[in-house]
């Protein structure tokens, strides 16, 4: 099983509102990142976590939230988006962060009105 | 910085064509190379991906061959089908991946 299952597939949310994505594997990756991607863009990269704590944050508005609260969960909490920030919202996992293959999600579509 | 370019940037062809798409890296300190695809607003497939001390890896119609010193990795896909229309992607692999910027293939009938 080399699945990583993202929910919600789509969300729709306005600028004042707070919502989490979630991200979920159960491969035994210990590390896990988040990546955003726009319309005919290539993914970037948001956050990595290693074993649970947070390796790297690719400078990230504070309005973007992860959190790692087991090896096989990744949440993103969102809070006081703006419209720029709609787009593709990919997960991966790889069994550590170097030398292996990493897995990703189907994405969460966010549409910020 | 690590800069990562794909060619051609899009490319269309008739079904039964041998494809060959491009990715070169500005730096060579990397562990792997791994290559994916994408279809339109739908997430990330693995393909292959290639180890540092390896030089080619195949699966399949896909070959994809690692050169390390001169910063170029190459996917060739044998035979082409109209399902293998899609977005082609590499990624250098240190501590993260760092996506090309993309190949839009299009395989007509």
């Known amino acids: 099983d080399t699945e990583v299952t993202q929910t919600p597939k789509h969300l729709v949310m306005g600028m004042t509102n707070k919502k989490s994505l979630k991200c979920e594997q159960h491969?035994?990756?210990?590390?896990m990142y988040w990546y955003k991607q726009k319309a005919k863009k290539p993914p970037e990269l948001m956050f990595v976590y290693s074993y649970e704590k947070l390796s790297i944050n690719e400078s990230v508005p504070s309005r973007f939230s992860p959190e790692c609260p087991n090896s096989s969960l990744l949440n993103l909490h969102l809070h006081a988006l703006q419209p720029e920030d709609s787009a593709l919202y990919l997960c991966?996992?790889?069994?550590?962060?170097?030398?292996?293959?990493?897995?990703f999600g189907q994405g969460t579509r966010l549409t910020v009105v | 910085k690590q800069e990562v370019t794909q060619i051609p940037a899009a490319l269309s062809v008739p079904e039964g064509e041998n494809l060959v798409l491009n990715c070169s890296f500005t730096?060579?300190?990397?562990?792997?190379l791994q290559w994916f695809r994408q279809d339109p607003g739908k997430g990330l497939t693995s393909l292959l991906l290639?180890?540092?001390?390896?030089r080619e890896q195949t699966s399949g119609r896909l070959n994809a061959s690692l050169d390390k010193s001169s910063g170029r990795s190459t996917l060739y896909i044998a035979a082409s089908q109209p399902g293998d229309s899609a977005t082609y992607l590499c990624?250098?692999?240190?501590?993260?991946?760092?996506f090309g910027t993309g190949t839009r293939l299009q395989v007509f009938p």
């Open positions: 730096d060579s300190a990397i562990y792997n």
């Open positions: 491969m035994g990756h210990r590390a």
């Open positions: 991966a996992s790889s069994q550590r962060t170097e030398y292996t293959e990493a897995f």
């Open positions: 990624a250098v692999v240190t501590d993260k991946l760092i």
């Open positions: 290639i180890q540092s001390s390896q």
